[in-house]
Every structure is written in C-alpha cells, then in structure tokens.
C-alpha cells in the first residue's frame, strides 16, 4: 500500500512537470515570435556574427517606455539610405565612445526595407561596431497610432529622428544634428544628473547632521 501511494506521487508530480516544461516552451516560443529575434551573418572578412533583433511597433513603444530614472536613452530612428541620417551616425558613434562608462544608453531604430536588413543594414552595423545597438523595425507596420502615442512632434514623415528622454523629461530632434548639436542637448541631461546628485548628497548629509544633533 506504501509503495502504491509512492509510486502515485511520483507520476503524478512527473506529470505535473511535464506539464510546466510544456507551458514554458509554449511562452518561450510565444515570446520568440513576437520578438522575431534574427542572428544574421555579416560578410566581414573575419566570418563573425552580428545578431539583429526584429521588433514590433508595440515592443518597440515598451522600449520608448521603459526607464531608469537615472540613465539618458538616446533613440535614433534611421535608414541606410537616408544621407542625413548617415551623415549624423559618426557623432552618435564618438559620443557612445566618450560616455561608455556614463548612464547613457543608445539604441539605433532601422527603418530600411526588410529587403537591405541583410545587406545594407548588417554592414551598417558590422561598421559601426553597434550590432548590440541595433533594432530592426518594418516601416509598412507603422500606424499614425504609433506616432501620436510615442512622439510629441514627430509624425513618421521625415528621417533621422532622435528621441532623448531621461525620467520625466524628454528632448525630441527631427532632422540631422551637428556634433555641437548633439554634445549641448547630452550634456544638458547629463547636468540634471549631476545637480539631482549634489542635492541629494546635500539632503542625506543635512539628515545625517540632524541625527547627530539630536544624540
């Protein structure tokens, strides 16, 4: 009878289990597609990998959306075709070089023809060093929705666009922008961190102070 009961409670938690694993692969597989996750090979000479994610316009709301109060994110929506946009690139590319070691994060928005994803777009990236920077979005899925949900004065109708938010605060830039251009309006965010730090080191150092006085 003891061993019956065993044996029962074996097959059911292996049944149990069966069931989970079948439930995390079908999330997993969900989540896949819905991210169209795509690793592509670049032609380099030296034969590396460069992976480039696929996002839907809804996934890539949640990127615009989702914040750390403490890092600037920088978003530029470009294409490879567009020669202000390329002309632009190298300031972003020498920026994210000074600040690496700075809470700035930068992100890259492709909006070339599915066709150019695996050749204009991968050698974009393969150049440019910022394959982990890269997102890949279908212009043809974007609706006015996406527009007036995400932007305050972009509508979609002219490229590059750049979209700097930082908590609460957000600096949107359509068409190109010179090196000083870009340079004034990060260090501009960058200052707010450093004047949120010397007042929050103020108020922690007046608190401290008012705890000692009390003793």
Known sequence: MRKFLIYSILSISLLACKKNDEKVAETEAKDSLTDNSL???TSSSDGKLISLKELSPEKIS???KSNNSDTLYVTNFFATWCRPCMQEIPHFRKKMDELKNQPVKFTF???DNKTDW???VIDFADEYEINQNVILLDGTLLKQEFFKQNFQSWNGEAIPFTLMRKGDKSDETVGSMSEEMLDKKIETFLAQNSVAKVTENKEKAD???ARK???
């Open 39 to 41: 690793s592509l090979d």
């Open 62 to 64: 949640e990127v615009l």
């Open 109 to 111: 928005v492709s909006l």
């Open 118 to 120: 695996e050749t204009k």
């Open 207 to 209: 608190i401290s102070g």
């Open 213 to 215: 006085s009390l003793k």
